[in-house]
């Protein structure tokens, strides 16, 4: 009976750790997928924020990329002119094509000065719904119609810049666009795309948050070209230095936060599958040390373990003991090292305990 409840036992663990593992990786690939819906092109940092002018006539450059120049105005008021509520968001202000900010920006047609698209929690707060296309709201001294919900991220408004900045309130005067986003995969392009629009800006590298894809940049053409292996961690080096010196806007904090999730989930069930591996290990060793017949002398140790002769174990040791036969409790303190040579020194067996 007691064996049968020991082996209940170590099913019922091994369970929860495999279900532990399995959940954590759905969750790690939910947090990736989440991350990747937000942002996935390339962004450039101008090393000059572009003004309201510079921006809208960078936005209506042709190029053979979809493109984006945008900026942030933090802690904005809006407001619901019916209801009178109000709160504040983050207001994202761009000019060119708007999905190529935010992939769920194409609800916004290009050039759209009267409307725009807002996050979920920002709706809920305003309206007390998320059903609110078609609703205005007010903001930057001007009324918009809300073309769309966005639900990542989730407190935040899109609107396309009128180039009109004076008329839509102080705030506006002083904000600066300070990013560019391109539609593009390819590292050649990146570098097109940059000498075609004559951008003097830095590439902002967000993908090394997510995984470890980068660590194939740092091969050189040649295993055996030292210089190269140096230049390829010294612009390493500069991209996170970048990382860690930019003030991050909601659509990257949002990223950052789902890298965030994706790693911590990820390594929560590796941990979870190794325990579980170690269990069913310890399972079937001791299953195999149980059919084995003991020699004379591991015999006489484990009647000792059994008849009161053991050493004494603290708390926590008693209780994992509890999980394996006698014979392969012995065994793994013979290997531990915590069976002692005399047999004077030996005070309570773990197996008294388990009896009791």
Not at 20 to 25: C, E, V
Not at 32 to 38: G, L, P
Request: glycine share 10%.
């Amino acid at each position: 009976m007691r064996e049968i409840r020991r082996w209940c036992v170590n099913a019922v663990i091994l369970a929860f750790l495999l279900g532990g593992s399995f959940g954590f990786h759905v969750r790690a690939l939910q947090a990736k997928q989440q991350a990747r819906a937000v942002w996935g092109n390339a962004t450039y940092l101008p090393d000059v924020p572009l003004s309201a002018e510079e921006a809208q006539k960078l936005g209506e450059k042709e190029s053979g990329f979809l493109f984006a120049v945008w900026g942030e105005l933090s802690g904005e008021t809006v407001s619901d002119p019916d209801m009178g509520r109000r709160t504040q968001t983050d207001v994202i202000v761009f000019y060119g094509s708007p999905e190529a900010a935010i992939p769920t920006g194409a609800a916004l047609s290009k050039g759209d000065t009267s409307g725009c698209l807002i996050g979920e929690q920002t709706a809920w707060e305003l309206f007390g719904s998320i059903g609110v296309v078609g609703e205005e709201i007010c903001i930057g001294g001007g009324t918009r119609t809300i073309r769309g919900v966005i639900g990542m991220p989730g407190s935040c408004v899109l609107v396309f810049g009128t180039g009109e900045t004076a008329a839509d309130g102080e705030e506006w005067e002083r904000l600066r666009f300070d990013r560019v986003t391109a539609c593009i995969n390819q590292e050649a392009d990146k570098e097109q795309f940059a000498l075609q629009q004559g951008l003097n800006a830095s590439l902002l590298r967000l993908d090394y948050l997510l995984d470890f894809d980068w660590l194939a940049e740092l091969v050189p053409g040649k295993w055996s070209d030292f210089s190269g292996w140096k230049k390829n961690i010294k612009q390493k080096e500069q991209d996170f230095a970048l990382l860690s010196e930019t003030q991050m806007h909601s659509p990257e904090l949002y990223y950052k936060g789902q890298c965030r999730r994706y790693r911590r989930s990820r390594l929560c069930g590796i941990l979870c599958a190794a325990v579980a591996a170690g269990q069913m290990s310890a399972c079937v060793s001791g299953l195999r040390r149980r059919k084995e017949p003991l020699s004379e002398s591991e015999s006489g140790m484990a009647e000792r373990f059994s008849s009161g002769g053991g050493m004494r174990f603290a708390s926590i040791w008693n209780h994992i003991g509890r999980f394996f036969t006698d014979e392969a409790y012995y065994l793994l303190n013979k290997r531990l090292n915590r069976i002692p040579k005399q047999p004077g020194d030996v005070v309570q067996p773990h197996n008294k305990q388990r009896q009791n």
